[in-house]
């Protein structure tokens, strides 16, 4: 579909009206862009239409308010695999489209027009992205016949807390999150950090708000599955966080210097942990530090956590850094450092790693082969490797998954 400017501004500002009353433009710009819209109305816009509406037989009927589009499809992960579902218009201009029944999750979608993916404006539910990186996208929960393993309950509830600061490593102003546990402030015990990492186009903020960590922590703690533990979350990216000042880049070689794990690591070791340390009740030695992420987090905790055995005895990686997106053929990924080091020396690796974790989705086909030879490798040589799998791709119902399996795993004694 050849790509129309006017109709998008169009389309962009039909979908605002779901939330922002009439305005007088104050410039000729602003009058520019009314003029363009000719089909928006002054006065008090239309409501915004219901959407997502979840039916009880699980269907889901989505609801986009855009008259003057010529074309609008539903796509994302709700779609379970299918590229696009084109959506209806009827003469109130309002498009729409039913799917399912849909599997009980949280699934992610957007509203693509002109080519061009937005948010649901009707929906609060959003996946928060880095800036430039990903269009944002919109939740939808189908429920089952029971809460879910990351729905709230009623029972004791720990923080998340935003803390900025000033990294030296990259220069800019940067955000780190840090779930502290129910009982944290009540007692004086000090605490083990899980230090979890994000996957690539995300921020600091996604293990909250798109893979319910905290909620999920709440619960385990609760049950008595999990050992209360303090959860760091950083941001992963080589770059600003959002909502501190106007923009700053990082000074930084290389064309995709978001993606630099250079920096990252020293912002995490050289500052963080000494940050989180000085801030918190926790221990300070690798017998309670673990580190862990999804994707991108995952390459780089099995790049920082097994090459610094001095800081981190618990290493997990969810869908990454085990084969399937690297250099290091199926075949060939034991040969490749640092597994081939670890597996070289298994005592000392045994002394120095309490927990391997890899796992990935039932989908990702290309990561499941090195990391099961991996694991089953490890386990050969008495090392404590664990591997898991869930129904899925690249996507956030199995790191919540994995997530849930994981940290009742952490920071137990070797009994």
């Excluded at 027009?113 to 269009?135: C, K, Q, T, W």
């Excluded at 879910?148 to 600061?165: E, K, T």
């Excluded at 940050?275 to 099995?302: K, P």
């Amino acid at each position: 579909m050849k790509f129309n400017a006017a109709l998008t501004l169009t389309a962009i500002l039909t979908l605002s009206a779901s939330t922002l009353g009439a305005q007088a433009p104050d410039s000729k710009a602003g009058a520019s862009a009314q003029s363009t819209a000719k089909a928006v109305p002054r006065g008090p816009f239309a409501p915004a239409p219901r959407s997502p509406e979840v039916h009880p037989d699980r269907t889901v009927t989505f609801r986009l308010r855009a008259p003057q589009a010529t074309a609008v499809e539903l796509v994302g992960e709700v779609l379970q695999g299918k590229s696009s579902q084109p959506m209806t218009k009827n003469k109130e201009g309002i498009w729409s489209v039913t799917i399912g029944p849909l599997p009980p999750e949280i699934w992610i979608y957007n509203f693509r027009i002109e080519g061009v993916d937005f948010p649901d404006p009707a929906n609060i539910s959003l996946m928060p992205r880095a800036a430039g990186l990903a269009a944002v996208s919109s939740f939808v929960e189908v429920p089952g016949d029971a809460p879910a393993f990351y729905d709230a309950r009623p029972v004791p509830h720990g923080q998340v807390r935003m803390i900025l600061y000033e990294s030296k490593a990259m220069d800019v102003n940067r955000y780190v999150w840090v779930y502290t546990p129910p009982d944290y402030g009540k007692t004086d015990k000090k605490y083990p950090v899980y230090y979890l990492l994000h996957g690539n186009g995300e921020t600091q903020s996604g293990w909250v708000m798109n893979g319910r960590a905290n909620i999920i922590l709440d619960d385990l703690i609760a049950d008595g599955k999990a050992v209360p533990m303090i959860v760091v979350m950083p941001h992963g990216h080589a770059i600003q966080s959002a909502s501190v000042g106007p923009f700053q880049a990082v000074q930084q070689p290389g064309p995709e210097s978001f993606l630099n794990f250079t920096a990252f690591t020293r912002d995490l070791l050289e500052q963080i942990i000494p940050m989180i340390e000085n801030s918190f009740r926790v221990y300070n030695d690798a017998g309670h530090r673990a580190i862990g992420g999804l994707s991108m987090g995952a390459f780089q905790s099995v790049q920082i956590g097994l090459t610094h055995p001095e800081l981190f005895h618990y290493v997990l990686a969810y869908s990454g850094g085990f084969g399937g997106i690297g250099p290091a053929a199926p075949g060939e990924i034991e040969e490749q450092p640092p597994w081939k080091e670890l597996l070289a020396n298994p005592e000392r690796t045994k002394k120095n790693l309490r927990l391997l974790f890899l796992g990935a989705g039932r989908q990702e086909t290309a990561m499941l082969p090195p990391g099961k030879r991996l694991v089953k490798l490890f386990k050969e040589k008495g090392i404590n490797a664990v591997w898991a799998d869930y129904p899925g791709g690249h996507v956030f119902s199995v790191w919540r998954n994995h997530l849930n399996y994981t940290a009742p795993m952490l920071f137990r004694s070797r009994d």
